[in-house]
């Protein structure tokens, strides 16, 4: 089955999920153990279309969300360079593995079925 039969089976727009460990030091670290980042994305074209995480502070969440939003989970190098050259929180290692689990539950819904 091809991506493009995965599309007409699958939802227009998937959410998934990705998880990393916080760094110990940090305010996030005191409420959560983890960092979650969901993401709201377009199935026919891997664009973002909505980003949550759950950083401790509302700033530090709506700018992650702006680094994500338009930009294409498949293009992991752009995402990567966007959080390094922008993002100076101590959550950035964070952030960027949270947003890589995103990207391999992205592609286990698509590849794992066209395996079947």
Do not use: H, W
């Amino acid at each position: 089955m091809t991506n493009k039969d995965m599309n007409q089976i699958l939802a227009e727009e998937i959410f998934v999920t990705g998880y990393a460990k916080l760094p110990t030091n940090i305010t996030a670290s005191k409420m959560y153990e983890v960092i979650a980042v969901g993401l709201l994305i377009k199935s026919e074209t891997g664009e973002i279309l909505e980003a949550e995480c759950t950083l401790s502070t509302q700033l530090a969440n709506k700018f992650v969300s702006r680094m994500l939003v338009g930009n294409n989970i498949n293009q992991m190098d752009e995402i990567e360079n966007v959080i390094d050259i922008s993002y100076f929180g101590s959550a950035k290692k964070a952030v960027k593995t949270a947003v890589q689990n995103c990207k391999k539950k992205f592609d286990s819904i698509f590849f794992s079925k066209e395996e079947s």
